[in-house]
């Protein structure tokens, strides 16, 4: 069996007025992925703080973000859907 990639993502956790922001994709149904946070890979050389700015403005198309603090960090197994281990970042 061939080894596991890595990838280092970013989870954002938008609070606004007390209220969390979520979402989830249309084109799958609920059962598949359920209600989701913006997300997204770390790109080379980007930091997981910038990634975490990046992917909240892609995936909400606002632009007012900051970092309030990281949450914390652990490794996702991924698989069966993808032969990948995540390393995923939270902000």
């Not at 069996?1 to 084109?27: A, C, N, Q, W």
């Not at 909240?56 to 991924?78: H, M, S």
Request: aromatic content about 10%; proline content about 5%; overall charge negative.
């Amino acid at each position: 069996m061939p080894e596991k990639v890595s990838k280092d993502k970013v989870l954002v956790y938008i609070v606004r007025d007390g209220k969390l922001l979520v979402f989830r994709h249309t084109e799958f149904s609920y059962e598949e992925v359920g209600i989701q946070v913006p997300a997204g890979s770390i790109r080379p050389g980007e930091s997981p703080e910038d990634a975490a700015l990046r992917e909240a403005r892609e995936e909400t198309g606002l632009t007012e973000f900051r970092v309030v603090r990281k949450l914390g960090e652990y490794a996702y197994d991924i698989s069966p859907y993808r032969w990948e281990l995540q390393q995923r970042h939270v902000f």
